[in-house]
C-alpha cells in the first residue's frame, strides 16, 4: 500500500526566508511517481513538479527547488525567498507504476499550509 | 488552450437530493479521475475513467455514488440522496492517453465543485 506523509501541518514564515516543506512516502513498487501540487486561497490545484523514481536529480524552477532522496524515501520541496503570493497548501503526492502501463490514482499528503507573512 | 472545466463550482442541495457535477477534461486528453476533499482532510482518490469505461473505482463509495464518461461529453460524477456527510469538494482530473511502458502520466485538476449539503 502506498502512503504519503507531510508531518508538517502549517508553516508561519516571514517575507523573503526560505522555507522547505517535507514529504517522506512508502511503497513497494520499484517504479513510481511523486508530485508537487499547489491550492492557493481561491481553491484549484495547480501542479508545481513530477519527478520519475528512476531519475533522482534534484530540479530547480527559479525560487522552487525539490530535494528526491530515494535512501531516505524523501522528496522535499524548498521555496528561496518566500513571497507572500506563496501562501498555499501544498500537496505532495504518489502513484505507483501499474504492469499494465496504465495511469493510475493519486495518493495524497494531507497537505501543509504554508503562510507568508509581509 | 483551456484547462480542465468542472461545472457547478458551487452547489448546494438539501438532504435526499441528487447532485450532478460536470467534468470537461483538458483538449486532448482521454482520462478522468474525480477526488474528493473533505474538509481538513487531504484529496482521496475516487474513481478512474477513460470514455465508456470505469478503469478504477476502488475509492468510490459503495452506495449512493456513480460516475461515468461517455463517448460524447463530459463526465459526470452523480450523487444520489445526499447527506450531509458528502459536503466536500470534489476535484477532477484529466491526462493523456498513457504511453506505456510503465510510465505515468501528470495528472492536471479542473478548479473543483463545491458541494454543500444542507
Known amino acids: 500500500a502506498q502512503k504519503v506523509t507531510q508531518a508538517q501541518t502549517e508553516i508561519s514564515v516571514v517575507e523573503k526566508e526560505d522555507v522547505t516543506l517535507d514529504c517522506v512516502y512508502e511503497?513497494?513498487?520499484?517504479?513510481?511517481?511523486l508530485f508537487w501540487y499547489k491550492q492557493p486561497p481561491s481553491g484549484e490545484l495547480v501542479f508545481l513538479i513530477r519527478?520519475?523514481?528512476?531519475?533522482?536529480q534534484n530540479e530547480i524552477s527559479g525560487r522552487y527547488s525539490w530535494n528526491f532522496q530515494k535512501s531516505t524515501s524523501s522528496f522535499n520541496f524548498t521555496i528561496t525567498a518566500s513571497q507572500v503570493v506563496d501562501s498555499a497548501v501544498y500537496f505532495c503526492?504518489?502513484?505507483?507504476?501499474?504492469?499494465?502501463?496504465?495511469?493510475?490514482?493519486?495518493?495524497f499528503g494531507k497537505g501543509i499550509t504554508l503562510s507568508v507573512r509581509p | 488552450n483551456a484547462g480542465v472545466m468542472q461545472n457547478p463550482r458551487h452547489l448546494v442541495r438539501r438532504r435526499g437530493q441528487e447532485a450532478r457535477l460536470r467534468c470537461s477534461p483538458m483538449?486532448?486528453?482521454?482520462?478522468v479521475y474525480w477526488y474528493r476533499q473533505l474538509p481538513e482532510e487531504g484529496l482521496k482518490f475516487m474513481v478512474y475513467?477513460?470514455?465508456?469505461?470505469?478503469?478504477?473505482e476502488s475509492g468510490m463509495p459503495k452506495e449512493r455514488f456513480s460516475a461515468e464518461f461517455p463517448k460524447e461529453g463530459p463526465s459526470i460524477l452523480r450523487i444520489q440522496q445526499v447527506v450531509r456527510g458528502d459536503s466536500a469538494a470534489y476535484f477532477c482530473?484529466?491526462?493523456?492517453?498513457?504511453?506505456?511502458?510503465?510510465?505515468?502520466?501528470?495528472?492536471?485538476f479542473g478548479p473543483g465543485t463545491r458541494l454543500l449539503v444542507l
Open positions: 482530473a484529466s491526462s493523456p492517453l498513457d504511453r506505456g511502458a510503465r510510465l505515468q502520466e501528470t495528472q492536471y
Open positions: 511503497t513497494r513498487d520499484t517504479t513510481y511517481y
Open positions: 519527478r520519475n523514481s528512476f531519475d533522482e
Open positions: 503526492a504518489l502513484s505507483e507504476a501499474l504492469l499494465t502501463g496504465a495511469n493510475s490514482k493519486l495518493t
Open positions: 483538449k486532448g486528453h482521454s482520462h
Open positions: 475513467l477513460q470514455k465508456e469505461n470505469i478503469i478504477d
